[in-house]
């Protein structure tokens, strides 16, 4: 996967030179932070279209097995995170409730039971594996068990809609409206609920026509599938919001400059320094594979052999990051001087899971003894980049909230790691360009 993308000032870059000694493995056991490093769970909000995704079929597949006479649904998301792996895996804690309906009705068209003794809820577990782009959904968890009647709360029941106060708008704010529901499939449990929705949706038009007022590049911005949320709900369901608070464990010092000024356009895969696109599968893994790929490349310029190596090795032996869990690349570099180098991918294959660290010292085929972090003007960052190779950076997703096309300048760090293989000068933009900063090729890490 290669997109093409804006360069942001203020986001941290990570590099390296090319080192030594052994750390632990952090164990599975830890409690499932609320937020962390990229790759970490986060909680979804109940708005979170994704989520009410994996909640249909959550109940759908429940009901296909289930031996009871009427279908079941959700009748109350307890908890529910969602963690970017090949896909997206969300682990949901919901109530389930008796309807009314048989097995041969349509479950969205049934009501619950008015009675709480006829609810017969139950208290569920669901982990459910989303490929959107494959159009493919995998439940990998189901585990059930009776809620005591008494402790059925009447949070599942909806306020009458006649109750709420419609909001007075101009016509073509409603229309708007419309369209954005009918476009993005958006359902809502009640009036009440409608309004509220189209209160963040109007505040969401006014913020997205300050941004394009105020935008530096050339971005658009306007109505997204986003519109209908607040900022915190999408930072809460979509971003990082503590990754730019991460301390490093070990501060990392200012890479030498270019020697000279960037060619107009320069692109790493063109001179062999970029491995094949590889799969992190079902695990918060992105920060290995942006700092592999980024040793591969260095490598490659050192010694003039494209090594593919081992992303499990930091999987499973890097324990100053969190395995499947997510990381930082600065992190990872230490550790992987602390190991002594890496192996190769064959050698130490990649399972997508943690595992005992089963590292060898006499399998290393490459290693690493420094680590830089690039300045942030974007012009020294393409000149250091066609130098010296493709650098690990953090990619920032704060303004996608409102977010069309075209390029970005933001300074909020949020969200996941990636490779940067190369730029285009504006000139050789397919975009009308604003001014001389380089555009950045960037490469991900899932098959598509």
Not at 35 to 40: H, I, L
Not at 79 to 108: D, P
């Amino acid at each position: 996967m290669v997109v093409i993308l804006r360069c942001c000032p203020l986001i941290r870059w990570l590099s390296l030179a090319v080192v030594l000694g052994s750390v632990l493995g952090l164990g599975e056991d830890l409690d499932r932070p609320l937020f962390g490093p990229p790759g970490s769970s986060i909680w979804v909000h109940d708005s979170d279209p994704g989520l009410k995704k994996a909640l249909a079929f959550a109940e759908e597949r429940y009901n296909r097995v289930s031996n009871a006479m009427h279908l079941r649904r959700v009748s109350r998301v307890i908890s529910a995170t969602k963690q970017l792996v090949k896909g997206i895996r969300y682990t949901l804690t919901v109530e389930l409730s008796n309807t009314q309906c048989k097995k041969s009705t349509m479950l969205r068209t049934c009501d619950f039971y008015p009675e709480l003794n006829q609810l017969k809820t139950e208290v569920c577990i669901f982990e459910v594996w989303d490929i959107p782009w494959q159009g493919a959904s995998t439940l990998l968890k189901q585990k059930c068990q009776p809620k005591v009647e008494s402790e059925v709360e009447e949070s599942n029941k909806v306020e009458d809609p006649s109750t709420s106060q419609p909001l007075e708008e101009s016509v073509e704010l409603l229309g708007q409206f419309k369209e954005f529901m009918t476009k993005y499939n958006k359902v809502y449990s009640s009036q009440e609920e409608v309004d509220r929705r189209l209160r963040i949706f109007h505040e969401n038009l006014k913020t997205a026509e300050k941004l394009q007022a105020l935008d530096q590049g050339s971005a658009e911005y306007g109505v997204t599938k986003f519109s209908d949320l607040t900022e915190e709900e999408f930072r809460s369901t979509y971003l990082n919001p503590l990754l730019s608070q991460w301390t490093l464990h070990q501060p990392m010092k200012p890479a030498t400059p270019a020697k000279g000024p960037s060619p107009d356009s320069w692109d790493w895969r063109d001179h062999g320094a970029v491995s094949p696109v590889k799969n992190q599968g079902m695990c918060g893994s992105c920060w290995a594979f942006s700092v592999i790929g980024n040793i591969e490349g260095q490598w490659f310029l050192k010694n003039g052999t494209l090594l593919s190596l081992s992303e499990q090795e930091l999987v499973d032996c890097d324990g100053l990051d969190q395995a499947c869990r997510g990381g930082l690349p600065s992190n990872a570099y230490e550790a992987i001087e602390k190991l002594g180098g890496l192996e190769t991918e064959s050698d130490y294959s990649y399972t997508g899971h943690k595992q005992r660290c089963d590292f060898t010292t006499g399998k290393v085929a490459a290693y690493i003894n420094s680590s830089v972090e690039l300045p942030k003007d974007e012009k020294e960052i393409a000149a250091w980049l066609a130098e010296n190779g493709p650098v690990s950076v953090a990619l920032n997703a704060f303004a996608m909230q409102r977010y069309l096309k075209k390029f970005i300048v933001q300074s909020k760090l949020e969200k996941g790691i990636i490779l940067q293989e190369g730029y285009i000068s504006p000139s050789e933009d397919f975009l009308q360009p604003l001014d001389d900063r380089p555009r950045c090729a960037v490469g991900g890490i899932w098959r598509t």
